[in-house]
């Protein structure tokens, strides 16, 4: 059974800077596709940005150069490194995997996700961006 389990999320002040985590078990993800999605109460979710087995990162254009992915393959972890904080990026994020992608992440999760077709989601982290 694949998990995989956010932390770091928390609430921090405009400007300020957190930094997320997942961690994933049962598949082996470090040649696939990983990334974060977020999803504010009574909107659709959106992608953030995506991450391929060899560390090459895809951003939404929102994210503005403001986060940076990252992953470590030894530990089946993925990260997303968030500064400038804004308001607006106030959400629930959600670390996904899929075992079935490895090139062009951003695009290709956000297809599965909009399918409903993502092998893997975390239950999810809440950031609150508060001025």
């Known amino acids: 059974q694949v998990t995989l389990v956010e932390s770091g999320g928390g609430s921090v002040q405009v400007g300020g800077s957190l930094r997320l985590s997942c961690r994933a078990s049962?598949?082996?993800?470090?040649?696939?596709?990983m990334g974060w999605f977020r999803q504010v109460p009574g909107k659709q979710r959106e992608a953030v940005a995506a991450?391929?087995?060899?560390?090459?990162?895809t951003y939404a254009d929102f994210v503005e150069g403001r986060f940076t992915v990252s992953r470590d393959n030894a530990k089946n972890e993925v990260y997303l490194e968030m500064n400038s904080l804004k308001s607006d990026d106030t959400a629930k994020y959600f670390c996904?995997?899929?075992?079935?992608?490895?090139?062009?992440?951003?695009?290709?999760?956000?297809?599965?996700?909009?399918?409903?077709?993502?092998?893997?989601w975390g239950q999810g982290t809440l950031v609150t961006v508060s001025s």
């Open positions: 049962g598949y082996d993800y470090s040649s696939h596709c």
């Open positions: 996904v995997a899929d075992r079935f992608s490895a090139l062009y992440c951003l695009v290709r999760l956000t297809a599965l996700a909009g399918r409903n077709n993502l092998d893997a």
């Open positions: 991450i391929q087995g060899d560390g090459t990162p």
